[in-house]
């Protein structure tokens, strides 16, 4: 037993000794304009996005980090082959580790129509602890160079509502238009690039700029903590924050504590009452509780599974993307976020957030040692050892 603790201290050592390595330039882009959409229900976005699919003309591009190999996830396999039967070129980059479960045979298919499919990320022998931490999490499509998507749903039956443990799945994704479009474009072509090496030519072909001004930031290796801390530092007023799981760094809980105490900001933490991960909620239990004590207000959301990932300030910005708030997020992988600078659009969406938080019920005592197990004391110790990696 002790063997393997030990085993597992040194591994993280290691691994926190080696996350800020970068292999590739980090890409950048500037404020610019953009028509945007939220979704929160994966039956709706998924209409939608498929309908977007099935008028492609051009190219489609798909980033994911999970693919499954379920009902849903045939439908989205035959959307891609459909596409690609009637001339239109198709990409498709999974994460080798979040889509381990597609079948070999479902590629195969998928190759056989046309369809270019890459896993992004794959280990490296030669640093085989940091590569399959460095995942990429990124979840985005670019559609003829006209329509984008950016957001927390994957691709398999639960975010659909079907086969879910949780029942009801709720996520914030977007569907994006207008000049940032190019930036997706961009972004897609340096990850195709990363790692495969083969060079994509995808025209741009938005015929508006957009209304609303926005950032796309990708962030990876330890980027996400500078976009997040500049982010909640310019508060005034209001901090909202909606995430899967809570796991910040030191100087973001530092910042989080001034904001309320020293300044009088209002901060809200919105956090799904039941896992779907083992050892999460151990690892974000003390900082829910620090938080809370701190005089945050935090709920949790009960009526299904909450993945959402959002950042709202003053009710003037916000940030919705595929970023958590843990250190997997803040540290190993390679994410992308939009910051959307817009107040009209910032408090559209906030309203959303607004609303699954008064759905929800306040954290009580009793939830931190639920549901009651043997195990509790052992995963809680797991936690306090591994949480700097989840």
């Known amino acids: ?119 992004s990320n794959q280990v490296d022998l030669l640093s085989p602890f940091h590569s399959l931490n460095r995942r990429n999490h990124r979840k985005i499509t670019i559609i003829d160079g006209k329509v984008s998507y950016i957001g927390g749903f994957n691709i398999g039956d639960e975010y659909i509502n079907q086969n879910s443990k949780f029942g009801m799945w709720r996520d914030y994704h977007l569907r994006v ?23 994509l030519s995808l025209p741009d072909q938005n015929d508006s700029s957009g209304e609303h001004t926005c950032r796309l930031i990708p962030t990876s290796h330890g980027q996400l903590r500078e976009t997040f801390y500049d982010l909640l530092k310019h508060a005034e007023k209001r901090i909202a924050i909606g995430s899967p799981y809570f796991i910040p760094n030191e100087e973001i809980m530092t910042l989080l504590k001034e904001k309320i105490y020293q300044e009088g900001v209002r901060v809200t933490v919105l956090y799904p009452h039941d896992s779907d991960h083992v050892l999460v909620k151990e690892a974000s239990s003390p900082f829910l509780k620090r938080i809370a004590d701190t005089g945050a207000e935090v709920r949790l959301f009960h009526k299904g599974f909450f993945h959402a990932k959002a950042l709202f300030i003053d009710d003037k910005i916000c940030d919705i993307g595929t970023a958590n708030l843990d250190r997997r997020s803040l540290y190993f992988n390679e994410e992308v976020n939009m910051v959307i600078f817009d107040q009209e659009v910032t408090q559209k969406f906030l309203q959303q957030y607004e609303d699954d938080f008064e759905a929800s019920i306040p954290l009580y005592d009793e939830w931190f040692d639920y549901p009651p197990s043997s195990f509790l004391p052992f995963k809680k110790f797991m936690a306090r050892i591994l949480h700097r990696l989840l």
């Open 177 to 199: 238009t207008g000049e940032v479009v190019q930036d997706f474009i961009d972004l897609f072509s340096h990850d195709w690039w990363s790692n495969n090496k083969e060079m």
């Open 1 to 119: 037993m002790w063997v393997f603790i030990v085993m597992i201290i040194i591994l993280i050592i290691y691994l926190i000794k080696h996350r800020t390595i970068d292999e590739h330039p980090i890409k950048t882009y500037p404020k610019r304009q953009a028509d945007l959409k939220l979704f929160s229900n994966g039956n709706q976005l998924y209409h939608t996005y498929f309908e977007d699919i099935q008028n492609a003309t051009d190219y489609v591009c798909v980033s994911f980090f999970i693919v499954k190999s379920d009902d849903f996830s045939e439908h989205f396999f035959n959307v891609l082959t459909e596409a690609s039967q009637r001339g239109v070129s198709v990409y498709l980059l999974v994460d080798r580790f979040g889509s381990f479960s597609i079948k070999r045979g479902d590629i195969q298919d998928l190759k056989s129509a046309g369809v270019n499919i890459r896993y």
